[in-house]
T-cell receptor, first 113, second 114 residues
Framework: GGIITQTPKFLIGQEGQKLTLKCQQNFNHDTMYWYRQDSGKGLRLIYYSITENDLQKGDLSEGYDASREKKSSFSLTVTSAQKNEMAVFLC????????????FGAGTRLSVL | GDSVTQTEGPVTVSESESLIINCTYSATSIAYPNLFWYVRYPGEGLQLLLKVITAGQKGSSRGFEATYNKETTSFHLQKASVQESDSAVYYCALGRSGSWQLIFGSGTQLTVMP
């Protein structure tokens, strides 16, 4: 089996700081996703990538950049952290033809002071 | 728009009791939605519990069942007898066949007391 590894597990930032979250998968999946989860809310899609070097915006892309330079990795950048922001960022990947079966990483928990 | 609404948590039940977590969906822009239940156990990543891609069908896994009801736009998750190990957060999700995106509900925290 494969695994999705997100780093770091916990990220503490300062207001206005640029922060980068990383995701690696060894499933050899084509499509990768970044979701954001806020307390009491569902997962909201930030960016996804259908293949290497592809980027597609989700509903929540404002304030974020993403990069898919290799098939196995997908990074997300918070361009300017907002004060008191707290959320969990989930990376996922999907095999071709899987009818939306996603495989998720354990998440990165962000806190902004 | 398209959305998913599920039972607000937290939900607490005793071991061996029955469970139902409600999920209803709105799929105004999706002609043939696919429906999913994902689960996150403590300390683990979110994972697929079960899925149904055809209306009227039932999916099952680990003793859980959910039936895709197009008439009532529902996909409720049920289990006849829960165990302490079922304690987790459960997410209902909606997807469009062939699409890259899933729409998730807000999650239901379930605690099963011994």
């Amino acid at each position: 089996g494969g695994i999705i590894t997100q780093t770091p597990k916990f990220l503490i930032g300062q207001e206005g700081q640029k922060l980068t979250l990383k995701c690696q998968q060894n499933f050899n999946h084509d499509t990768m996703y970044w979701y954001r989860q806020d307390s009491g809310k569902g997962l909201r899609l930030i960016y996804y990538s259908i293949t290497e070097n592809d980027l597609q915006k989700g509903d929540l892309s404002e304030g974020y950049d993403a990069s898919r330079e290799k098939k196995s990795s997908f990074s997300l950048t918070v361009t300017s952290a907002q004060k008191n922001e707290m959320a969990v960022f989930l990376c996922a990947s999907r095999p071709r033809g899987s009818q939306n079966t996603l495989y998720f990483g354990a998440g990165t928990r962000l806190s902004v002071l | 728009g398209d959305s998913v609404t599920q039972t607000e948590g937290p939900v607490t039940v005793s071991e061996s009791e029955s469970l139902i977590i409600n999920c209803t969906y709105s799929a105004t822009s999706i002609a043939y939605p696919n429906l999913f239940w994902y689960v996150r156990y403590p300390g683990e990543g979110l994972q697929l519990l079960l899925k149904v891609i055809t209306a009227g069908q039932k999916g099952s896994s680990r003793g859980f069942e959910a039936t895709y009801n197009k008439e009532t736009t529902s996909f409720h998750l049920q289990k006849a007898s829960v165990q302490e190990s079922d304690s987790a957060v459960y997410y209902c999700a909606l997807g469009r066949s062939g699409s890259w995106q899933l729409i998730f509900g807000s999650g239901t925290q379930l605690t099963v007391m011994p």
